[in-house]
Every structure is written in C-alpha cells, then in structure tokens.
C-alpha cells in the first residue's frame, strides 16, 4: 500500500516513484518467496487500483503532477458546478426523449447523468484547467493519460507499450461501454483532448514483454485488469446472475450480467468485466464508501488494538445501544461534503457500542444496495461470494447474510484481486485452456447462512436511516 499524500485539504495523491518502486519489490518479493526464478515465469498479471490516474510526457515520460486518487476531492466545486448546470439538465431532456423514441439502452445512462468526485472525467478536467504543461503538451499531440496499469506498462516496456484493457477504461467514466470507445461527446462537453487517450486492449492478451533490465530478464505480461474486474473473475463468478462483494477500502457489489449492458437509474452503473477474444462480459456495479477506511480510522485512534477484535467486540453487547455510525470518512459519490459522525452516544456509551455501531453500518449499507440490485437488475440471481479484507470479520458477513436472507460465501484468499489477474495471465499464456480449469482451483472457507430474521434488525437500521437522513451537507 503505497501511502498518500495530501498536499492540500481534500487532495489525495500518490507519488508516481514510490508506487512504481513498491511495484516492483512486491514482485521481486513475491517470486523469491515462492523459491522460484525470474525465468521460470511465464507470464505476468497486473491488477491495479481504478480511477486513480496520471498524465505524462509523450516524449520524454515526465508526468505532469502525481497520481490523482479516487478518493482526491480536488473537483468538488466543478462538480457541483456542472451538476446544478442548465446545460446539464438540457443533455437530460435531449437523452430521456432519444431513449423514448428508440428504447436503446444506450441513450438511458446520459438520461439522468450526474458528476461525483470519484470520477476521472472531473479530475482530468481540472488538469486541463490548472496544470498549464498538460494542456500545452495536449495542443501538440505530447500528453498521454494514463491509469495505474497503463502507466506501469508504459514503465515495465521502457515506454514502448502505451495501452490499457476494456476493464479499467470502463472504470473511468470516459470510456462508452455501449460503443467500447472513449466518449468524444463528453470529452467535448468538459474540455479534455481526445488525443490523451491510449488504446483499448483486451483483458487477457499479450501487452509485450517487462524490459530485460527490470527483472533480469524478459517477463511477458499476459493481462491486465481493474481491481474489482480481476476480484470478480478471481472468485469465478462466470454465469450471469453470479455476485461478487468485495469490501475492502470501499465496497463493491458486482453482478454479471453476460452479454447484456445494463443501465440504471440511481446506484448502479454497467462496466465491462473483461475481454478475452470474442467474449465481453458485463457487469453491473454498486458502491458504498467508509469500509475498510473507517475501521482503519478505529483502530489509529485505539478503539481497539486489533482488527481480529471486532467482531468478537461486536458480538459481546446486544445491539450498539442506539449508537449509529454515518460514514463520510471517505467522501462518497453522492455528498462530496457529508462528514462522518457518530449519533446516539450515551454516558453508558462504550467501545464495543462505537465498534459494533461502525460494524453495523457496513451490513446496513450492503442491505440498501443488495435491495437495489434485486430491484433493478432483471436477471435471476445466483451465487453471492466475498472477498476483501472486511469478509473476514464474521460479525459483518453474519449480519449481512441474515439482513438480504441469502447465502454467502467466503474464500480461503481473501485477496481476490491478485488471483483473478493470474488467472487471466495463466488463460492467455496457455497454462490453463479454459474456465472449467479455473473453477476446480477454488477453494471455500467459510459459507455464512441467514441465522435471524431479517426483521429482527429492523429497529436498529429504522435509527440508522433516520440518522443518515439528517447527515447530508453537515
């Protein structure tokens, strides 16, 4: 984990260096740990964090600023901005009759778009805006855009592969899934030269071979892949209707719904999962905030001295006492200024309530979006499987199986990611033919089945949604 920077308040940003030097000793680490040679490896998947992005030097590979997080609210004020704008509501009427008319799918998302901090489209925007080397460098054709994985191939390759994957670019909310090419019309919309843009790979496929320098020798990369893209294919969630829950930093619902693009209104967004070939699989994707970050924040500031505590702190009070936790830690795609905050607290209030409080609003917020999914996605539903450093706490993925009613299951690899990019490298260098290969290597820990009625936790989620309801905008 490379650690961010904050140069300002609100600025989330990695160092270009640091994370490429990490990148290479996890490697390098990796391999000697395994008591294998660099030659021995016959191919390499890289999995990277999406949206978090950089632009750079055609020529001479210099970025122009750091990487810019996900999680940077740096575009805040252009978002809301554009979110309250006239010719935002215009683009609205214009798509919502343009779907009316032909029932395209495609038209649907436009209908009802809507800017959030989280996105890239914004942040690069404000680049273009405010670093005048990138716009310069873009007028001459000498700026490239990258995201995480295009920047380390770009780096792996001494700057002779530029490219990224379906998967990540569909990640950036530039990239139109429907046509599978950047999108020029919003592109037009907020100022951002099409000519940044590197070209769209499939996900399993031979990117070129890593520099002989870097590793001793040639090592080819055989995929890349986004990070919850590469979870959902690690988990093999291959049939439409499969569901993959990841809860690490943030937590992602993921449904695969095969060949079929969904858009919605609300919550979800469609992605593409990965490309191999012919194949393109969809998925459909929700996202709640202040997960992992939240716990984090407990445990830096001693609510507990371990994280294997909490569940068992948890489970040693009845309920949280009428102590609700609002996340706002890590700004969510919605309230770029909700602020978190802990509501109820009591003389009697104890650290097992604010545990159990912050525990709670993780299984509360999986319930609102499992709901949204069974509404919104018209597809039967199959397996539920979790991955992500927060499905080992038991408390979090007991309550959440008893809240949706449903089976869930918990690998023995919480870190699905890593495994899902193999996976794919293994796929396209020939080490596995085919999917049914994979599936045999998967391996269950834990299956959490529905234990209470979900009615039984209606008081205590009835004063959550109340208290969340007050919070906006604090």
């Known amino acids: 984990q490379v650690e961010s920077l904050h140069p300002r308040p609100g600025w989330v940003e990695l160092d270009p260096e640091a994370l490429w030097s990490q990148f290479i000793g996890v490697i390098k680490e990796a391999v000697q740990a395994a008591g294998l040679h660099m030659r021995q490896i016959a191919g390499l998947g890289i999995s990277t964090q999406r949206a978090t992005f ?28 554009w979110n309250r704008s006239l010719l935002l509501k215009v683009i609205h009427v214009i798509f919502t009759v343009l779907h009316f008319l032909t029932g395209n799918d495609r038209y649907l998302a436009p209908s009802f778009l809507t800017f959030s901090t989280h996105q890239t489209s914004m942040k690069l925007s404000w680049v273009f805006k ?21 920047w380390l191939l770009y780096r792996l390759t001494k700057g002779s592969v530029y490219a990224t994957d379906y998967s990540n670019a569909s990640s950036t909310g530039i990239f139109e899934p429907f ?5 020029p ?17 499939d996900t399993s496929f031979n990117f070129g071979s890593t520099a002989s320098e870097i590793f001793g020798v040639p090592i080819p990369i055989m995929a890349v892949v986004a ?10 969630c291959f049939h439409p209707g499969d569901i993959k829950l990841t809860m690490g930093t943030g937590g992602f619902w993921n449904v695969n719904t ?10 979800l967004y469609p992605l593409i999962g990965w490309k191999i070939g012919e194949e393109v699989v969809y998925l459909t994707e929700g996202s709640v905030s202040d997960i992992g970050t939240a716990i984090k924040w407990a445990l830096d500031i001693e609510l507990f001295t371990n994280v294997d505590e909490t ?29 978190a905050s802990f509501v109820g607290l009591k003389p009697s209030t104890n650290r097992n309530h604010l545990v159990r409080a912050i525990l709670e609003s993780v299984a509360f917020r999986n319930k609102l979006l499992y709901d949204i999914i069974v509404k919104k996605v018209h597809i039967p539903l199959r397996t539920i499987r979790a991955d992500g450093g927060v499905s080992n706490n038991s408390f979090v993925m007991q309550m959440t199986s008893d809240l949706i009613n449903k089976k869930i299951e918990k690998p023995a690899n919480a870190e699905m990611s890593s495994l899902g990019a193999a996976f794919l490298a293994g796929l396209a260098s020939g080490f596995w033919t085919d999917k049914k290969q994979l599936k045999k290597l998967r391996r269950i820990e834990a299956v959490f089945e529905p234990q209470k009625d979900s009615g039984e936790y209606r008081p205590a989620m009835d004063a959550w949604l109340q208290a969340m309801k007050h919070s906006p905008r604090w």
């Open 130 to 150: 405010n670093i005048h080397e990138a716009e310069e460098a873009a007028r001459k054709n000498n700026c490239c855009f990258g995201t995480v994985d295009t």
């Open 227 to 236: 990070d919850q893209q590469s979870a959902m294919f690690g988990e093999c």
């Open 185 to 201: 019309t919003l592109c037009n919309l907020l100022s951002i030269p099409m000519s940044i843009y590197p070209p769209v790979r």
């Open 54 to 81: 950089i632009t750079w030097h055609k020529r001479t590979g210099k970025p122009f600023h750091n990487f810019i997080s996900w999680q940077d609210l740096r575009s805040a004020e252009l978002v809301n901005s």
């Open 179 to 183: 046509t599978k090419c950047w999108n």
């Open 311 to 339: 569940a068992e702190m948890a489970q040693s009070t009845a309920d949280s006492q009428g102590v609700c936790f609002i996340p706002g830690l890590q700004v969510p795609g919605d309230d770029p200024y909700l602020c």
């Open 258 to 267: 095969g060949e079929h693009l969904f858009a919605s209104r609300g919550s």
